[in-house]
């Protein structure tokens, strides 16, 4: 049973920075895992993605500039740091894993998903 559980959401100021994570258990054979959002009224939307490997994550480039993602291998976690945070990024954060590879930014290629923490963001 492949469970993804994210962490690390709240309540923060404009142009405060925030580190997201996503613990993946129950398979060694991940190979993509990646961060949507979701804001109440509107369609869930991809932040970023990244492969097992780590090399050449894919970034909205909604949020280009802004956030990072990264990967720590140690712990099967990756994590999305978002700096300079504005009121729009006020969202639903979701992790989501693929054990294929590629990086898309579309929900329906991905298996697993976890339940959300949620980002808000104050003017």
């Known amino acids: 049973q492949v469970q993804v559980v994210e962490s690390g959401g709240g309540l923060v100021q404009a142009g405060d920075s925030l580190r997201l994570s996503c613990a993946a258990s129950?398979?060694?054979?991940?190979?993509?895992m990646a961060w949507f959002r979701q804001a109440p009224g509107k369609e869930r939307e991809f932040v970023a993605g990244?492969?097992?490997?780590?090399?050449?994550?894919n970034i909205a480039d909604s949020v280009k500039g802004r956030f990072t993602i990264a990967r720590d291998y140690n712990y099967n976690t990756i994590h999305l740091q978002m700096k300079d945070l504005k009121p729009e990024d006020t969202a639903l954060y979701l992790c989501?894993?693929?054990?294929?590879?590629?990086?898309?930014?579309?929900?329906?290629?991905?298996?697993?998903w976890g339940r959300g923490t949620q980002v808000t963001v104050s003017s």
């Open positions: 989501a894993a693929r054990p294929s590879a590629g990086i898309p930014n579309t929900t329906l290629e991905y298996n697993y």
């Open positions: 129950g398979t060694p054979h991940l190979y993509t």
């Open positions: 990244i492969r097992w490997g780590g090399a050449a994550p």
